[in-house]
């Protein structure tokens, strides 16, 4: 066995349908009186739904998340926190809004409960992504990292079969790329390695039938492994093109996470055997890379980079940002070998 480091991350999770209703105990438990509430637009009105038995302890609701937190938006978000006097922030949507709580954590030091409603998985991990002047950069720090995680598969119900399918993919490239970071340790990639297998099962599930809360449940379940991975080992290839394309072209994250994940696959595969074995045994396939493609044509999924507004003529300058101050990954990084993958995705072949 290779040497290794592991770091477990202290978040505390609550999980089963209908374990909303312990929003209220929870916030107490964080020893919090003044909580801000943070939803996407869209989701306000269930935000306020959801944290109505809260009472005097909501002390306000910030309703503006978005995509890649804007550092203009960050700030925003602070002075409002600072202005309401919030003792703890509570996160209830997707990855857009729990990363609006990370940046205010990541200032203020208060608590945040998660309640995620997608399988981005960010509520498990101290790092977050912030866009700035057209760039993304990630940043990792432990005051980001959500204290209790309400994981409910009821308030999921309603995510629609093809962000489902597209946010699941998400979670599964946590997974795969946990088994090949230069970080991996054999605790994570156990977890990377069932939450492929829970994964794979459950989408075909919730695509065919959203309401089916058993398949809706065991997506849930296989996101909180994908977001233990990311957390606890580190990113290679794929997290970094996905950076770059939705940083700088701001494409949809999860959409852009499942398109560009059977072709990073097909990058590092023959420089990482045992992952890709690891993949290609949770996935039921002979081969990881065209093992994932053949999932995500199954679910119904968008499988071009040009149908999801990447403009052909980035595809030189996402190579080029890509490429430069790049994540550790197996295979080495080269410019024109990444060109040739952004080339693929764009035009959704089948890996070979
Ligand atoms: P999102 O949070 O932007 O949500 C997508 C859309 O779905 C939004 O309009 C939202 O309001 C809506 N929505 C959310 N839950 C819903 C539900 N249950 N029913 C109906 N609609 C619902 O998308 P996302 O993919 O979850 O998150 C993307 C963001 O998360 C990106 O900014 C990405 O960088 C970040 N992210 C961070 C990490 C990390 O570890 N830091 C990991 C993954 C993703």
């Avoid at 960010?122 to 990792?140: A, D, H, N, V, Y």
Wanted: charged share 20%; proline share 7%; hydrophobic share 45%.
């Amino acid at each position: 066995m290779k040497p290794f480091t592991y770091t477990g991350l202290p978040t505390r999770v609550v999980f089963g349908a209908g374990s909303v209703s312990q929003l209220a105990a929870e916030v107490d438990a964080l020893g919090a009186r003044r909580a801000l509430v943070l939803s996407t637009p869209g989701r306000a009105a269930d935000a306020r739904r959801l944290t109505a038995p809260l009472g005097a302890r909501c002390a306000g609701l910030y309703d503006k998340a978005v995509m890649h937190v804007p550092v203009e938006l960050a700030e925003d978000a602070r002075r409002f926190a600072r202005e309401l006097g919030a003792d703890c922030c509570v996160a209830i949507g997707g990855g857009s809004t729990i990363g609006l709580g990370k940046a205010i954590a990541l200032t203020s030091g208060l608590p945040v409960l998660a309640v995620p409603t997608t399988y981005s998985g960010s509520e498990m991990t101290p790092i977050q992504g912030f866009t700035e002047g057209g760039l993304k950069r990630t940043q990792r720090d432990p005051r980001m990292l959500p204290k209790t995680v309400i994981y409910d598969p009821a308030l999921t119900l309603g995510l629609p079969p093809a962000t489902s399918a597209a946010s699941g993919m998400n979670a599964m490239a946590h997974c795969v790329e946990a088994l090949y970071a230069q970080d991996a340790n054999p605790v994570i990639s156990l977890m990377a390695e069932e939450g492929i297998r829970a994964l794979a099962a459950a989408l075909p599930i919730v695509v065919k039938d959203p309401a089916d809360i058993e398949a809706r449940s065991e997506a849930l379940y296989g996101a909180w492994l994908a977001g233990i991975a990311l957390g606890s080992a580190g990113m290679a290839l794929h997290h970094k093109l996905c950076h770059t394309l939705g940083g700088t072209w701001n494409l949809p994250h999860a959409e852009t996470h499942a398109i560009v994940l059977p072709h990073a696959a097909r990058y590092n595969r023959d420089a990482a055997p045992e992952a890709m074995a690891r993949v290609a045994r949770a996935l039921g396939a002979q081969d990881a890379p065209s093992g994932l493609y053949d999932l995500e044509m199954k679910l119904g999924l968008k499988m071009r980079l040009a149908d999801i507004g990447m403009p052909a003529d980035g595809l030189e300058r996402a190579a080029e940002l890509a490429t430069q101050l790049p994540y550790p990954n197996p295979a080495p990084i080269e410019q024109a070998a990444v060109r040739a993958l952004l080339q693929a995705a764009y035009a959704g072949r089948r890996p070979a």
